[in-house]
């Protein structure tokens, strides 16, 4: 039987997707990626500035970071107007993209016990 002047389109179709299929499965691998991590330096904010309003010493609230959001976070406390203040920073390593840089800042104001 001849063989017509499509034979080995298929092939040809599958190697021309096949990289858009690639890139489409590591940019959803780094969204999930870089979702999971903005939310544990969101919460480890959110606890570290927690800390910092009941009067919790910043090494306590800084380790309270860490330990919510793991060893690779750069954590900045403060204090000013009645309010503690923490900055986490944090930076996740895509496939194709590097690195992106993920910050999170939280506040709670402090107690005052009478």
């Known amino acids: 039987m001849p063989r017509g002047p499509e034979t080995g389109s298929s092939t040809a179709e599958v190697a021309v997707l096949l990289p858009a299929v690639a890139i489409l499965l590591a940019v959803a691998a780094g969204t999930g990626a870089v979702g999971g991590q903005q939310v544990r330096i969101q919460q480890a904010a959110s606890a570290a500035a927690r800390e910092l309003a009941r ?38 390593r895509l496939p194709l993209l590097g690195e992106i840089g993920l910050r999170a800042d939280a506040s709670a104001r402090t107690e005052h016990q009478p």
Do not use: F, K, Q
């Open 55 to 92: 009067g919790t010493a910043v090494s306590e609230a800084i380790g309270t970071a860490h330990r919510i959001a793991g060893e690779r976070i750069s954590v900045s406390c403060g204090e000013s107007g009645g309010y503690g203040r923490v900055v986490v920073r944090s930076a996740v």
